[in-house]
Nanobody
Framework: QVQLVESGGGSVQAGGSLRLSCAAS????????MGWFRQAPGKEREGVAA???????????YYVDFVKGRFTISHDKAKNTVYLLMNSLKPEDTAMYYC?????????????????????WGQGTQVTVSS
């Protein structure tokens, strides 16, 4: 049904920046949460950021503490694409980053960013940060 394709990953030095993109297609809904998650080797998948796209220009955003102030999530409705701008990258940010979508029938997203609540997932894009 819904297809998500991530791009923009790569290898950078600590302190550098990357901008990830997630193009969505095939979905029939307009109210949803678009989230970014990451998974490092040997660790559980964890939420990074999310944005609610069902309220026009008013798109609430959600961040976990360890990326707050460094990462910025945004959404281009016309292009049906969500972005994650990552600044001041740290070695501990190294992970496979996944884009995900969750159908929503109430306003907003879950601020705790639970991976298991999301319905559709992309294949991921690798981010590697070296010191």
């Amino acid at each position: 049904q819904v297809q998500l394709v991530e791009s923009g990953g790569g290898s950078v030095q600590a302190g550098g920046s990357l901008r990830l993109s997630c193009a969505a297609s095939g979905h029939t809904y307009s109210n949803y949460c678009m989230g970014w998650f990451r998974q490092a080797p040997g660790k559980e998948r964890e939420g990074v950021a999310a944005i609610y796209t069902g309220s026009g220009s008013l798109m609430p955003t959600y961040y976990v503490d360890f990326v707050k102030g460094r990462f910025t999530i945004s959404h281009d409705k016309a292009k049906n694409t969500v972005y994650l701008l990552m600044n001041s990258l740290k070695p501990e940010d190294t992970a496979m980053y996944y884009c995900a979508a969750e159908l929503r029938f109430v306003y907003g997203c879950s601020g705790s960013l639970p991976p298991r609540e999301y319905d559709y997932w992309g294949q991921g894009t690798q981010v590697t940060v070296s010191s």
